[in-house]
């Protein structure tokens, strides 16, 4: 699978921060790391297309490997 960001944007981000950035990457990053632990809602489209997963079966960084096998209920 294609990555979905650009390779290196996370190290951008940081040094866009250490230059511009005042508040604390902690508390900039927290709302995300909320998500990434709590999870979040997803649009109708997206669970949608979720129901497609298993088509990716196999493919090194698909669904089925991103999600230990186990899609999302859509």
Request: glycine share 10%; proline share 9%.
């Amino acid at each position: 699978m294609l990555p979905i960001s650009v390779p290196g944007a996370v190290d951008g981000w940081y040094e866009l921060h250490a230059k511009f950035g005042r508040m604390p990457m902690a508390e900039i990053l927290a709302p995300a790391i909320d998500y990434a632990e709590q999870g979040f809602p997803v649009t109708e489209l997206i669970a949608y297309y979720w129901k497609f997963a298993y088509l990716y079966e196999g493919i090194p960084g698909a669904a089925y490997e991103t999600w230990d096998g186990k899609p999302r209920k859509g």
